[in-house]
């Protein structure tokens, strides 16, 4: 089997360096040389392991067109989970050092809490860590996301897993806090609305990703949320409340009708929280009569935004279907903002 | 960025200096040019200080701003760019205020201005930028070598010399003002260098007295600070410290904040809560006050560079008091807490000893589970401990029982040639005694070093914060010898890192101490020209080999 070596830079300027065979994807090479990269599904499908080939041939193996655009791999945009070098290759990711991990994390039980209706279509579940020898504390950061095993009929034993961002912030108790979208069809949402009980025992493999909040100074935060890619916002804003940063903040929270929206008691909350000030701004695409705030998508109110924006850009955080994020992107790109100030984690019903 | 203040800066053949998008020691290019702007306010801070205390108003909460801010810039203390925006927009603030009392002094008492100039320059006039863009614009013209290409690099490398000096001061000195240890004299000399420093000074001679007026100034901090200290904690003694852990939940505290650790073994008095020192907070366990806390129970890990592989693995919460931080790696991220000067990005800061989310974490962690078998340090040789046997010592040296001492102090680092400081002080002769302070002492403090006539090989005097009772030490040996303190059987191998240590070696140099060998490397500020000076004035000379400088030293005291 032929080699090459894999240069990998980091968002922070580090350089790391490993084998990778060319039956290897670069995920699987990295994770064989102990560096286990933020990554999702590792089947080419949710987009979460977005970087970009520097330099070097390779190779694209099978992916979703909404993980990563013929137009984006063009650009030689990649999945780490589904590159394999043709030869000695230069990548840069989006992420920093400190995201990627040097040895698996083991996975642990929790316990369910609540689980309540918040939504139209969106559930809040609470977990319980257990204390399985090591403590029970949920250490995370803001904007990370965990892996849910399904529970089979007999309440454990099936292993498909699923990724849901975390909605809270760290901490002791052990808490871990989701907002779910419920698909039709989807192996978790039917669990959530058939069997979910609390007192259910599931196993959960985390804290995993690199969407989380960068430090730039009093740089404003603007974040962009498409449905339940709410989640990993919520938890930035709170851990920003709790850490009391300095940085003004806004949230364009989008949803197609207004009666999904959802977690607007714990949002309102963060206006007396954020010492830097906060705006929420809810986003109906199909608005009704009744509607009196923004119609429209998220990326059509920031766009408006931007367009009369003074001063500097704001960092941007985005989180929701392909399409809004390709939207955002776009909207920054017409206003000039650096890329380097433009954060996104993409989700895909079903893996999310 | 162009930095080049400690000892890991970027060395290359077209020039040494850290000037990529991050340095050597982890920080940013924001972080460091919030930095260098920072300095450049606390120079006009300084200049109006300087001018309230000639008009008999003086600001010491000016004084003590400066103190903090000064010591925020050190190497691996913080890394938060946040921080330093919110310090800048403060720091114009405290200036503003201070010129405020000066006019309104003036305007009291008309007459006094005609001695007293105006405060002027591009400190004074600037004001900070309103966003980050317009900062860093304003932090790119004050980088360290701004001057460079008009007043050569020996003129730059003095003005560096001076700065990374009185950044050590600072540092001492917040550590004895948290204490509530002040001194006016200090504030002023701190106002009166950094205001010199204003000036863009460009002679080079009398650049070289400031930098010894630095180390003058540092010695009255130094001894500061012990009296801060030992007022506060007691005498330090000999105590054997156990460094293995033992069962029950834990918290890790690590720098230099004696305070701090005290406040915190308080608040955990009474709970199942063991609380563990690291780095240069293992020399706590001498002070009475202190090791009278039972859940004091020992230390854990080693050296600041050891950091993320002992914070990984400590099964509780760690508490950062001052230097060094390096970045927290993700498996304790979320369990490691800074407070005073120390800051990371995303960790959490506590204030005022409001250690109740420390506490909670170290009560959700799983603790050490079971005791590992006891193996013990001795530390608590400070400058009394020493000096209660210094006629024993005396008598040892004059029956030829003890033929020289070695003073290794310093910084440790991850810096490979930094075996030299083991080499040397495993390698001196069963006749000689070490002497050591700072952290290059884990490199060799669990070798078996034995005694001479019941005095041990190996006295640990304590962190590098305890400088001074080092140079008490040599004080006293030389009056009991009746010599000066270059005439002693003493030989001082200085392990550097940043600035501290910069601050200490220009007090060893004021107090005209020579033969200094110091490494691992040179200062990159230190031009060629400059180290004459310095190997003409003081004898000071780079490390070779440990057996080689052992023997020079045994040598030239023969």
Known sequence: ???????????????????????????????????????????????????????????????????????????????????????????????????????????????????????????????????????????????????????????????????????????????????????????????????????????????????TLRENGLRPRWFVAGGTGLAPMLSMLRRMAEYQDPQPARLYFGVNRAEELFALDELGALSDALPGGFALIPCVWQADADWSGVVGTPADALRADLAVLRGDAPDLYVCGPPALIAAVEQAARDRGVPDDRLHSERFLPGLR | MFCYQCEQTTRLPTGDGCASAKGLCGKDATTA????????????????????????????????????????????????????????????????????????????????????????????????????????????????????????????????????????????????AVLGCTRDAVFAGVEETMAYLASDPTDMAELLDRALSVGRLNLQVMEMLDAANTGRFGTPHPTAVRVTPVAGKAILVSGHDLGDLEALLKQTA??????????????????????????????????????????????????????????????????????????????????DHAFAPLIAAANALPGFKADEAEQTVTVGFGGDAVLGVAGAVVDAVKAGDIRHFFLIGGCDGAAAGRNYYSDFATGAPDDTVVLTLGCAKYRFNRHEFGSIGGIPRLLDIGQCNDSYSAIRIASALAEAFGCGVNDLPLSLVVSWFEQKAAAVLLTLLALGIRNIRLGPTLPAFLTPTLLAVLVERFGIQPITTAPDDIAAALNRAA
């Open chain 2, 270 to 351: 009474g709970t199942d809560i063991n609380v563990y020192t690291h780095g240069e907070m293992l020399p706590a366990h001498g002070y009475p006050t202190l090791k009278a806390y039972p859940h004091l129970v020992g230390n854990y890990g080693g050296a600041w560079q050891d950091q993320q592989t002992d914070f990984a693995n400590f099964p509780g919460p760690i508490l950062m008091t001052s230097n060094c931080i390096i970045e927290p790696g993700p498996r304790y991220r979320q369990r490691i807490f800074t407070t005073g000067p120390v800051g990371w990005p995303g960790v959490r800061h506590l204030t």
């Open chain 1, 1 to 211: 089997m032929t080699f090459h070596t894999v240069d990998l830079l980091t968002r922070d300027g580090e350089r790391l360096s490993f084998p990778c065979a060319e039956d290897q994807s670069v995920v699987e090479a990295a994770a064989a040389a102990d560096l286990f990269l933020p990554v999702v599904c590792r089947e080419g499908g949710c987009g979460a392991c977005h970087a970009t080939a520097e330099s070097g041939d390779y190779e694209l193996g099978p992916h979703s067109e909404a993980a990563l655009s013929v137009a984006d791999a063009a650009r030689r945009a990649i999945l780490l989970c589904r590159t394999y070098p043709r030869g000695p290759l230069a990548l840069s990711a989006p992420f920093d050092r400190a995201r990627i991990l040097t040895q698996a994390i083991r996975p642990r039980h929790a316990v369910v809490s609540e689980r309540t209706q918040i939504g139209a279509r969106t559930v809040r579940l609470r977990l319980t860590l257990e204390d399985e020898g090591e403590g029970a504390a949920a250490e995370f950061e803001a904007g990370q996301y965990m892996e849910l095993e399904i529970p089979d009929e007999a309440g454990d034993g099936a292993r498909a897993r699923r990724a849901y961002s975390l909605a809270n912030t760290a901490n002791w108790d052990g808490t871990l806090e989701f907002l779910i979208r419920l698909h039709p069809q989807g192996r978790f949402s039917e669990y959530l609305e058939g069997r979910a009980a609390v007192g259910d025992r599931l196993r959960v493999h985390g804290p995993l990703g690199g969407f």
């Open chain 2, 33 to 176: 040019d919030l930095q260098d702007l920072l300095v450049h306010a606390v120079k006009g801070i300084a200049q109006q200080a300087r001018r309230a205390r000639a008009l008999g108003v003086p600001d010491n909460d000016a004084g003590a701003f400066m103190l903090h801010a000064l010591f925020t810039t050190l190497t691996n203390v913080n890394f938060n760019p946040t921080r330093f925006v919110t310090l800048l927009h403060e720091a114009a603030a405290v200036r503003d205020r201070v010129a405020a009392r000066c006019e309104a002094a003036l305007a009291a008492n008309p007459d006094v201005a005609q001695n007293i100039p105006n405060a002027t320059g591009p400190a004074i006039e600037w004001t900070p930028a309103a966003d980050l863009t317009g900062l860093l614009a304003q932090a790119a013209i004050v980088p360290v070598n701004a001057d460079l290409a008009r007043v050569g690099a020996d003129i730059v490398g003095l003005r560096a010399l001076i700065l990374y000096g009185m950044k050590g001061v600072a540092a001492y000195a917040n550590h004895a």
